[in-house]
């Protein structure tokens, strides 16, 4: 047993490790991402604010998405489990999420780039406001950075439950309804905010 264990903490080592290297890759590269995002952005809404805040709202209901999809649509476990003979038939049959859940949190830091952060908007808000050259966009994008975390809080609860009642084909439908509606309804409320 405990050489066993040895082996598995020695194996997942250069794993936690690459994960680490590659998340502060991925956050090295956010920050300089900020300008041919809000481009890309720009260019593919074409300057029209309620089709920037729409491309917004979908990126920042991504990572609920990502957290809750995965949970709300795995079929729930058997009432009856079969036996199992070691610990590793016993791991093999539990659903892991790690592979979704990394990636809406990579995808929820990416939903940060083009949003002026809340407590210091002035500098992005600014690059904003030199590529878009719409003061409605940079007023979308700026409520858009509080309600990017409302939407993030509400995709976890609809993946909490999601896996808590995986059982109740109706409240994984729930789980489902609150991760597509909250940035619905956070485009909903800016779009009527800027009018």
Do not use: C
Not at 131 to 148: C, G, Q
């Amino acid at each position: 047993m405990p050489g066993g264990r040895r082996r598995r903490i020695g194996s997942d080592v250069p794993l936690v490790i690459g994960a680490a290297l590659l998340f502060v890759g991925w956050v090295w590269l956010l920050m300089r991402a900020t300008e041919p995002l809000v481009t890309v952005f720009a260019f593919a809404s074409d300057g029209r604010p309620k089709l920037y805040a729409g491309i917004i709202a979908a990126l920042a209901g991504l990572p609920g998405l990502l957290l809750t999809l995965p949970r709300a649509l795995t079929p729930p476990a058997p009432m009856v489990v079969p036996s199992a003979r070691s610990r590793s038939q016993i791991s093999a049959r539990r659903t892991s999420f790690l592979r979704t859940d990394a990636l809406g949190v990579a995808t929820f830091l990416l939903a940060q780039v083009p949003l002026p952060a809340p407590w210091g908007p002035v500098g992005k808000a600014a690059t904003i406001a030199n590529i878009t050259k719409s003061p409605e966009i940079v007023e979308l994008s700026a409520r858009f950075a509080n309600y990017s975390l409302g939407i993030f809080a509400v995709g976890v609860v609809a993946a909490v439950i999601a896996k808590v009642y995986s059982h109740a084909a109706a409240l994984r439908v729930l789980a489902i309804i609150l991760a597509v509606g909250a940035p619905v309804v956070a485009w909903v409320l800016v779009v009527n905010a800027i009018r």
